[in-house]
């Protein structure tokens, strides 16, 4: 199947999204689609982010497919490459090897007159199908700001999602540019290593104890004995991001910020003695506006008389070192960035060109928007897996991808068993949905004032879902065909 140049459905990308789409459309009886993956192996953002420390802050048992169990997770929190070995197993265990094609970069896709996508690789091949389904995600491209002089930096530098596995970091001296979700992952574990480790911070993150621990022996026998005593840990995981997590996203949820804040706060109290350095770590806006973060060890870092954390604006760089607005210029043999990623435009790494000859980034000059997260106007027979307005705040990205894989299989069927040209959702729908979803948004902490990788630079909220994951279920529960335009 892999090796055709036609095929009824394309799949980019063979991480989590993709996967679970093959799949899904394994599971409807669609067997004629291949799975293009740049990378020599499958795992997307968990093959990318290979640093140390990398792992989930969402439970182990919650962050994995729900038609694929796992009852040997090491610990609550599963690291990096457990999580990597699961989806390759995964991968083999529901027969999806044959549809892979890994080490083959999509350069540009764009849909025909004949109904069918084309799509040209980086080698300069070319593969059609009635259907693509994009599954890039929104956090794949690294991104690393432009200090001025840092070309003629002579040490080491690489991005956080490109490891250096080559290069020892001891006896080194060490600067981290950045301080969210991936940072605070890998910080403790460069720290213990390091000879000296600056840690660049523009502004702190609301931090919450995550509380991981490993798996005892007994646990692991009982999952595996007593299939629904997992399925209720994993209930009990989601239960907390709808009850616990959820409402403090909402602008009105005042008591249940109020006291997720003070949790967080409690946490830097017991783990940092120093007041300058708590006043420095402690956020001054409301909780949630920005990602919270989750971690047990990040904090305890700082006790190291080898770690020292800058908040002074970065000037620039030198041959020597990181300069500071202070005055400061800090020599180091290395410089990590755990700046994150390009976020906007979506689906970047690729040239998606629909109906018309319109590009997506043309479609989207405005801001990025989708009907469910899954398709846009003026795009026929193209869907998208964790698309615009599908991010989450409080629960696991998985939940909502699998929702999105059994109603974008429904949509292929329908396109596949009727032998439609053309399937499309209507602008006029699209607009109405959207209309209403910034309404919704606008109800959320995420709207306040403050940056975060949830606004596209008109403060346009294009990334996360306003309402449960609870909603969002039921909201997929099957597509609406006359939503749809076809021919």
């Not at 979700?181 to 702190?204: H, K, N």
């Not at 755990?338 to 109906?355: I, L, N, Y």
């Not at 405005?366 to 998208?384: I, K, S």
Request: glycine share 8%.
């Amino acid at each position: 199947m892999a090796d055709g140049k036609s095929h009824q459905v394309i799949i980019i990308g063979a991480g989590m999204s993709g996967l679970c789409m093959g799949i899904a459309l394994l599971r409807r009886g669609i067997r004629d689609f291949v799975i293009l993956e740049k990378s020599p192996a499958v795992g997307g953002t968990w093959y990318d982010n290979s640093y140390p420390g990398a792992c989930c802050d969402v439970p182990s048992v919650l962050y994995s497919y729900s038609f694929a169990p796992k009852a040997d997770w090491s610990r609550r929190h599963a690291p990096h490459d457990e999580i990597r070995a699961y989806l390759e197993d995964t991968a083999v265990q529901f027969g999806l090897r044959p549809h892979l094609r890994l080490s083959t970069s999509v350069k540009r896709a764009a849909f025909g007159d004949d109904g069918r996508w084309q799509v040209e690789l980086e080698s300069g091949e070319r593969v059609s199908a009635r259907a693509l389904v994009s599954g890039l995600g929104q956090l794949n491209v690294p991104f690393t700001p432009a200090f001025p002089g840092a070309e003629r930096f002579r040490g080491e530098t690489f991005h956080s999602a490109r490891w250096n596995h080559d290069l020892s970091l001891a006896g080194k001296r060490v600067a981290v540019i950045g301080t969210a979700a991936s940072a605070i992952q890998f910080i403790p574990p460069v720290a213990r290593e390091a000879a000296q480790l600056y840690v660049y911070q523009r502004s702190p993150n609301y931090i919450v104890r995550r509380g991981d621990r490993a798996y005892h022996g007994w646990e692991k026998s009982l999952f595996a004995r007593l299939p629904l005593a997992q399925k209720l840990a994993r209930l009990l995981v989601w239960l907390r991001g709808e009850w616990v997590l959820y409402p403090v996203l909402r602008s009105r949820s005042r008591i249940a910020r109020a006291l997720l804040e003070r949790k967080s706060r409690q946490f830097l109290e017991e783990e940092v003695d120093d007041p300058a350095l708590r006043r420095a770590l402690t956020p001054d806006y409301r909780i949630g506006c920005k990602r919270i973060l989750f971690s047990d060890d990040y904090y305890s870092a700082f006790r190291r008389s080898t770690v020292e954390l800058v908040t002074s604006p970065i000037e620039g760089i030198d041959e020597q070192g990181v300069c500071s607005a202070d005055g400061e210029a800090r020599p180091v043999d290395v410089i990590i960035y755990g700046t994150g990623f390009k976020t906007h435009p979506m689906q970047g790494q690729v040239e998606f060109v629909g109906r018309d000859g319109r590009s997506l980034g043309e479609a989207w000059a405005d801001g990025e928007e989708a009907y469910r997260g899954v398709c846009t106007a003026g795009f026929p027979n193209f869907f998208m897996l964790y698309g615009p307005n599908s991010n989450l705040g409080s629960n696991s990205i998985i939940f909502m991808v699998e929702r999105q894989c059994r109603y974008v299989a429904a949509c292929i069927d329908k396109l596949l068993v009727h032998d439609l040209k053309r399937l499309e959702v209507n602008p006029g729908v699209q607009r109405a949905y959207n209309d209403h979803l910034q309404g919704e948004l606008a109800q959320t902490v995420w709207a306040s004032d403050c940056d975060s990788w949830y606004k596209d630079a008109e403060g346009r909220i294009s990334n996360n879902w306003p309402r449960s994951t609870a909603a969002y279920w039921w909201h997929m529960r099957a597509p609406d065909f006359a939503d749809f335009d076809m021919g």
